[in-house]
């Protein structure tokens, strides 16, 4: 007989004791290996929709708000080798032109047919035609389109200068086009294009570039390139610089033949201090001009309105006196008449200029007129006034449109006439230092610099200006497109952290069922020892026995784990609904480690336990007449020691609670201890001696459990903590509580949300802060605390991928209602206030974030540095300098406005308003009106209370499903109890067959086995649910105190009556093998 | 053959440590058959593992077949039985999934073995007819009597040509005919060939071994 025949013939023999540890083993492989491929699943499901969204492009060039020559994409190319495809990016909104639906955030695409060649399956571009567009599967899904449908969209078309800038452009106005859905675009043809990194498709429109241009007034123009070839960022950037034209950063050169000079111009209207500068360095001898609206000139009661005025020096315009003071001005001839006015006379001048929060307010400036210059030559210029648009174009000053809060009325004839005749030709000619003070916008302080050449030096001037510029100048950024996608969680740790309960619970249930299995053949093994077997050759065939019901587990449990992993996926995607589609993934090796690890960690479960048997003697294994040698309890050395040592480590973490660490975590630490010095003290119980009358049945039953205290302190172990886990973990689900109104809370007491699709700017036709989008319910609300979302991709847990940079919120913490709103925590206290303490560019910005975000989107500590770059492409610090406790702002990094906009200048505006009502405001009959009214800007409005309770689904969703897994471990342990009563009952037969034949009734019998499962099952749970009303003491007043209680009843009810059934069950089949032999049999 | 010099071994428990054997001497010749007898408790059973090997002496010397079990590790110790002793317990101790002839074969399965397979098994056949279950050899233990196993085991016992075979209360179990067959088997199959040593209550039997050791509290008192 070979040792391998034999070892077949003991497994088929032990065919009961193999199936158990067989089913361990299945049960444990599958959670084990479920949970790897639950987390490889997730990764490769990122790892693709990753590439659906870049595709072949490698890199993009940006723009911010800006548009750029659509002839630069191939240019590019044709410069740094590789192909390139311009597309025009805007966002808006959709209706569904048959059934109404809407949608807003969608992205909009002017694309061209070199677009779908950069698709991860390039496929021919969708059918063209005259009002034909392309949606992608999100937006055919949301809005239920589909080829030959009817689709509206609406976006808005830009200003001048994407943003509230004084004088420089009509506002955004909104736009629509009408198409016929001529094809869906499916993932692999690049339906998931984006920008942003998330596994969440944008709602996508495609439209041919000459339509989209065309509907944006932006005819040959682009805002993206999609590049893929051979240069890396900095190749493309260099090949980007040598590329650019002035036309690419919206510069031209204009000749001002009155001046004979050139003058170097934006369609922005001011010229970027950037560009100011290099233009600087490529021409010295250029003088810088401010052309500017003037509300007002007035001396006196004599008032001229709406003017133009320019700022300028005496080199530009020789007839200003050189030494022209910054509270001087000098008046063309026909102001000086209007007003009266004369050297020396003091001259009032009003004029827009942007307050704090956005809007447009007035300002005042005392002047003396220095001079009067003659309307003629240079002075009567109408070059000096830029292209205003709704103005430059209009033939009378009534019928100016410059979306500004004018007073057309006060227009006179003779104001009318001078339109007429001099244009924009300046009424009043100022330093430019006085321009510098009191004109200048975040935006720039010039409206052109002046270069007196001939008109033959045009060419040579734009070579000198070419060569200084950078396209980082004018927001045109190389960004790499190819970074993979790695999820925020590891969520195959996080499943094995989940599952670790379960998993353990699977492994200790394995060794148990092993060890009882080995019990059984104790003294088989003593045989074979004895007759000359060796312990390592014995351990070896024990391991080997093991290893294979371990893998044959293992292998059944690969298809399982299958089926259980497709279970947590088609899970997950229902949390992550909106596109996120997860396909199973179980790379070879992660199959290979996966059953390693579950076969290295059950066979150290199994060779423990064999360790522990093969310790004794032979001589006694060969003896023993029970399978297990059992004696008289005693009291186990260490003990006391660890349960006073475990009780000590509780009292110090509640000690030093607050200050050493965290509450929640001294709370739950002390909760822990607590639930190890209960094990250890129910250890010395199961030891203690008792001496005295015979005792009763149950009794007698207690006293059966400290001859195996081993076993039941295994079991009562395995409750106790799976109740504590249940519970513990139960307790910190987390709900938007009744305190959702007041300041502290994470709502900030705000009662709306809104986001926009296109940034909402203070109207421009009344002076003040007022947003156009809440005017219609403004009675109803209260403050209205405008953010501006800036730089960064959203990290909040809806997004999966792993986020380096969060998007930046800037807000005026002014505008606050109190400075603990919010409750922010920093290390040294303080509030809103902080956010303004790294004032200067050196110093990294203070940004505060949620502390979710922070523990584990960024996985960063408070005072970390994360860099970011800012609209001309230098690096900036942003510094985290507290923490917003489960807060709506979730996902963002939040900063101050001001030190925002000093780095983004050209910030369009908020997108993102906190909106407040009063107490007893119908709050969802409100909530309706302002759905409505910012339908067009693609607006969503929601409750703070419904965002946070969003967020909250999701990490409530993780405890869910540890408690779901936690659960099982429950089962698994009461699985793990009925079995060692089971076996219990089966090495007492010849006890109970002798108790019985003296006449014991079968209910005596009941008694003491109910005395023996009670005293492990009530110990165990009273001792989980001690700790776990400790480890939980601080949130638990935060509970709702209804639901959490029924929580917990119902799950130590469950626990009990499961743990009861079993045992009961148990009971009940030993009992009817005991009646018909009444012995050992 | 066996020399045990002032062997003693306690164990301990809970109320203190118990002496079984003290200070205990003895010798056993090759070919020398000894019966140990005495009252129940009196450290028979014992000494019988500290002459197997299967346990250790607390003190004292012994050495069994020359090798100082004393200086023997768990795996040499096991090595030594396999080449040097035979065992006959109480119990039998027959694997319950293996054939008869398979239970015989079973100190085989420790391996080491030089002796071809096909000598041991036609070796392990013949015991079998020596010890008349020559019919039986693939039957399973549960299908044989109490008096069978026993015989099952003492040809397992002697399939090694063990230098040593070591008897716990052979015929404990057996009515007086079957205990008288198989004391008969015992000897015939040990006669000068096997030192052997029968722990035993049994009178009859004792006498009809060389010499009668009396164990008495842990000691040898004739």
Sequence with gaps: MSPARYLARSLVYHRHATLGVFAGAVLGATVLLGALFAGASVRASLARAAEQRTGQTTQVVTAGDRFFRAELAPELAATAGGRSAPVLLTQGSAVHAGSQARTGQVQILGVTPEFWTFAPRPAPPPAAGADALAVNLTLATRLGLKVGDTLVVRFPKPGVIAGNAPIAGAETSLESLRGRVAAVIGDDAYGRFGLEATQLPPATVYLPLPRLQEALEQAGRANLVLYAGPAGPAELTSALARTTRLADHGLSLARREAAGAFELISTRIFLDPEVVAAARRAWPEAQPVTTYLVNEFRKGDQATPYSIATATTAAAAPFLPADLGPRELVLNAWLAQDLGAGPGDEVQVTYFRNSAGGGLAEAQAQFRVRAIVPLSGLAADRGWMPDFPGITATESPREWNPSLPLDLRRIRDRDEKYWEEHRGAPKAFLSAAAAEELWATRWGSLTGLRVAAPATAGDALTARLTAELRPEMSQLLVRPFTAPATPTVDFAGLFLGLSLFLIVAALGLVALLFQFALLQRNREDALLGAVGVGPGRLLRWRLAEGAALLTLGGLLGLPLAALYTGGILRFLEGIWAGGTTFTFAAPPLTIALGLAAFLLLSLLALWLAIRRLARRALSIRLAAQAEEETGPPGRPRGAAALAVGLALVAAGALAGSGKVMPAQGAFFLAGFALLGSGLAGIRILLGAHRTGLLPGAAELGRLNLRTRPARSLTVTGLIATAVFMVLSVAAFRKQVGDNWRERGAGTGGFAFWVETTAPQNPARDALGERFELFAGAAKELGAIVPLRAGAGDNANCFNLNAVARPRLLAVDPARLPTPSVFTPRLPNGGGWEALRAGASAAEPLPAFVDENTLLWALQRRVGDVIDYTDENGRTFGVRIAGVLRDSIFQGYLIVDEAAFLARFPSHPGPSVFLVDAPPAADLPALQGRLRSAAADAGGRVETTRDLLAAFHRIENTYLAIFNVLGTLGVILGSLGLAIVVARNLRERRGEFAVLAAIGLPPEVLGQMVRAEFSWLVTRGVVLGAAASALATAPVLPNLPAGPTAALVVGLLGGILGLNYLSGWLVFRAALRDLRPGMGEG | ?222
């Design chain 2, 1 to 222: 053959m066996i020399t045990a010099t002032r062997v003693t071994k306690t164990y301990a428990s809970p109320a203190g440590p118990v002496t079984v054997l003290q200070d205990l001497d003895l010798t056993v010749d090759a070919g020398e058959s000894v019966a140990i007898v005495g009252p129940s408790g009196s450290g028979k059973t014992t000494l019988l593992n500290l002459l197997g090997a299967l346990d250790r002496p607390t003190s004292g010397s012994l050495r069994v077949a020359g090798e100082d079990l004393g200086a023997l590790d768990a795996a040499a110790a096991a090595r030594f039985r396999n080449q040097h002793l035979g065992f006959v317990f109480q119990l039998h101790h027959l694997l319950p999934q293996c054939t008869v002839l398979e239970n015989v074969l079973v100190p085989r399965l420790a391996g080491g073995w030089t002796e071809d397979a096909a000598a041991t098994r036609a070796r392990a056949e013949a015991l079998m007819g020596e010890v008349d279950l020559q019919d039986r050899l693939d039957h399973r233990p549960y299908q044989l009597s109490g008096g069978e196993q026993l015989r099952v085991a003492i040809a397992r016992a002697l399939i090694n040509q063990p230098r040593v075979i070591l008897a716990d209360e052979p015929t404990g179990s057996l009515d007086p005919a079957t205990g008288e067959r198989i004391a008969e088997l015992l000897l015939r199959q040990t006669a000068g060939k096997a030192a052997l040593v029968v722990v035993t209550h049994n009178p009859g039997l004792a006498r009809r071994l060389h010499r009668t050791c009396r164990l008495e509290q842990g000691r040898l008192v004739g």
